[in-house]
């Protein structure tokens, strides 16, 4: 189960709160350390983490919990609230427009999931929103994901932009979006090559494409299985491109919690989607609040 460690470590910590009774200053601080070892376990990022326990302890001493009848269960909403906030409050919705394209461009590291996420997200619009998509696969480096993209385009019926033996990206996707303008596409969603690791070409590469088709979304794909380390590439791409949000994928995977807790808080942007399984219909909205009950149990 996604989180496992993480929730089976808040459910022990919850329970002895709440065969406490009374709590004092010095429980609450046992508490909090409690929880920042859990969140350091899963490889939360130090800094989010000591900023998570701030907040649960000046939250925590004032009156609300220390004189309530139930102080445990008052700490436990606090730490789900704190929670929801961590990752990201009130759901950010997608801002679609109207009499232009929707212009998604999808970056981040190879393997992350963003050919996959492509399709999945074509296809949930399409079916939700009644849009009419346009795949286009601009990773000319991997041979493979253009065909993959094609197969999957094929295997949901929709249709996907490609050319074969051409090594200019930019040039992909400016006639990409030709090409839906012409054929009254109004959902554009760029398939960007990745890399193991960011690199200055494949940097640029993308700034390139952004300044070519004027996104209206620009989502970075985070394998939902990274820790921390994901911070660093989010904050890289995320500098050099303004990205509009995130989707984090494998969240079916036996997932730590890192990256998606550290995410938000470090760079500023909210997770919009989440990929939860391999099939082409395992992708959706994320409800911060629902995610933390995830976590918490
Ligand atoms: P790309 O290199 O970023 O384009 O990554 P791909 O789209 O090729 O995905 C890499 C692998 O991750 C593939 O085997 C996908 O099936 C898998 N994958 C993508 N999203 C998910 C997800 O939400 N859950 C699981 N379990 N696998 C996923």
Redesign the pocket.
């Known amino acids: 189960m996604v989180f496992e460690g993480l929730n089976e470590k808040f459910q022990n910590i919850f329970s002895q709160l709440k065969r406490k009774g009374k709590l004092n200053e010095k429980d609450i601080q046992e508490v909090n350390r409690e929880i920042k070892l859990a969140l350091l376990e899963a490889d939360v990022n130090f800094k989010v983490v000591k900023q998570f326990t701030k907040n649960l302890s000046e939250r925590a001493v004032g009156q609300e919990v220390l004189n309530s009848l139930t102080p445990g269960q008052q700490f436990i909403k606090i730490v789900k609230d704190e929670m929801t906030t961590l990752l990201g409050g009130e759901i950010e919705r997608m801002d679609f427009v109207d009499g232009r394209q929707n212009v998604f461009m999808?970056v981040?590291?190879?393997?992350?999931?963003?050919?996959?996420?492509?399709a999945?997200l074509a296809n949930l619009l399409q079916k939700e929103k009644k849009f009419k998509p346009l795949l286009v696969a601009c990773?000319v480096y991997?041979p493979a994901?253009i065909k993959?993209l094609e197969i999957l385009g094929n295997e949901l019926n929709i249709a996907v932009y490609s050319e074969h033996d051409v090594k200019d990206p930019v040039g992909i996707a400016r006639r990409g979006l030709q090409k839906a303008v012409a054929e009254h596409y109004d959902l554009v969603i760029m398939?960007t090559a990745?890399r193991l690791q960011i690199d200055e070409t494949l940097m640029e590469e993308l700034v390139n494409i952004k300044e070519a088709i004027n996104p209206t979304e620009i989502l970075l794909?985070v394998?939902?299985m990274t820790g921390q380390e994901s911070v660093n590439v989010a904050n890289e791409f995320n500098r050099l491109l303004d990205i509009s949000g995130v989707i984090l994928?494998?969240?079916?995977?036996d997932t730590r919690g890192g990256a998606a807790l550290s995410i938000t808080y470090t760079i500023g942007k909210a997770i919009k989607y989440?990929?939860?399984?391999?099939k082409l219909t395992?992708?959706e909205l994320f409800y911060p609040d629902r995610m933390a009950s995830r976590i918490l149990g």
Not at 249 to 253: A, F, V
Not at 274 to 278: D, L, N, R, S
């Open positions: 999808l981040g590291l190879q393997g992350a999931g963003k050919t996959t996420t492509a999945k990773d991997r994901a993959q398939d990745g794909t394998d939902g994928t494998k969240l079916d995977g989440i990929g939860t399984g391999e395992d992708i």
